[in-house]
């Protein structure tokens, strides 16, 4: 594909009203695109939206909770009324838990939440834009945000990095079949390392806003090992923004916000080899 130009081009991004989606939206407006602001926080939207207003672009805030397909529906169809198109789509909203915990600390309830926000919104996402996006002309793009922990071992992040894994499959799978099909859509999955956001506070407040779980006695995980890698080291959202657009830029299937974990991935390679033992 050609040099993906920003200027002018429909943009949507759920989950932008902070941390990595304020960065992408706040870049997308940048580089003079138009941006809509998704997220469950309507005063969070909006303050990106302004902000991105007042450097001199273009940008309007929506609510939207991935976890209802209507919600999603309405945010899509606002994109395509209001910009005629969407070159891109990110898929970003999530969410995690504190403190971590083993699964045998966990409840099935836990489960189902995050695969609700974390999976069925980009599930929601993807049925809500990606027929109207394939009838486009030019080149389309999807971001779907994962995690590294798909590509390590978090003990006491089972329901986050279950939902994570999903979002993987789904877009690996997506990007082949649109591949087959000779669309011209790329599909970017994001792996974020541990950025600093408010993710872990928002998650929280949002699930006590949904839900009537009890979130009062849980039991944090007492971490044994040393997990003291490369993509756990703390980095700040300022650039996940310009790095989600070079990978959009350079097609890439994967964006990676920190050093990939060689080491663990040679090591799951390596098991994955021994597993077949022939028989």
Same mark, same amino acid.
């Given at each position: 594909m050609a040099d993906f130009d920003f200027t002018g081009a429909g943009t949507v991004i759920t989950g932008a009203g902070s941390g990595i989606g304020r960065s992408i939206a706040l870049e997308f407006g940048r580089l003079g695109a138009q941006v809509l602001v998704a997220d469950i926080n309507g005063e969070a939207a909006a303050s990106v939206a302004e902000e991105i207003v007042a450097t001199g672009g273009t940008a309007r805030a929506q609510v939207v909770d991935v976890t209802e397909y209507e919600s999603v529906e309405a945010l =899509?169809?606002? =994109?395509?009324?209001?910009?005629?198109?969407?070159?891109?789509?990110c898929n970003n909203a999530g969410v995690t838990w504190r403190p971590f915990r083993a699964v045998w600390n966990a409840s099935v309830a836990d489960f189902r939440w995050m695969t609700e926000v974390n999976y069925f919104g980009v599930v929601h996402g993807v049925f809500a834009f990606l027929s109207r996006m394939r009838e486009q002309d030019?080149?389309?793009?999807?971001?779907?945000?994962?995690?590294?922990?798909t590509l390590s071992t978090s003990p006491g992040h089972a329901p986050y990095t279950a939902s994570k894994h999903a979002v993987d499959g789904l877009s690996d799978v997506l990007r082949e079949e649109l591949v087959d099909h000779g669309d011209d859509f790329g599909i970017t999955v994001l792996h974020p390392g541990l950025i600093t956001t408010n993710i872990g506070e928002t998650s929280t407040a949002v699930r006590r806003q949904q839900t009537d779980d009890d979130l009062t006695a849980a039991i944090a995980y007492q971490q044994v090992r040393d997990f003291d890698f490369p993509h756990n080291?703390?980095?700040?959202?300022?650039?996940?923004?310009?790095?989600?657009?070079? =990978?959009?830029?350079?097609?890439?299937?994967?964006?990676i916000t920190h050093p990939a974990p060689a080491d663990q991935l040679e090591e799951r390679k390596n098991l994955w080899i021994r597993g077949y033992r022939g028989l």
């Open positions: =899509a169809d606002t =994109a395509f009324s209001e910009f005629g198109r969407v070159d891109v789509l030019g080149h389309k793009h999807m971001v779907n945000t994962s995690s590294l922990a080291q703390p980095k700040g959202p300022e650039n996940v923004g310009k790095q989600v657009v070079e =990978a959009i830029r350079h097609n890439d299937p994967y964006c």
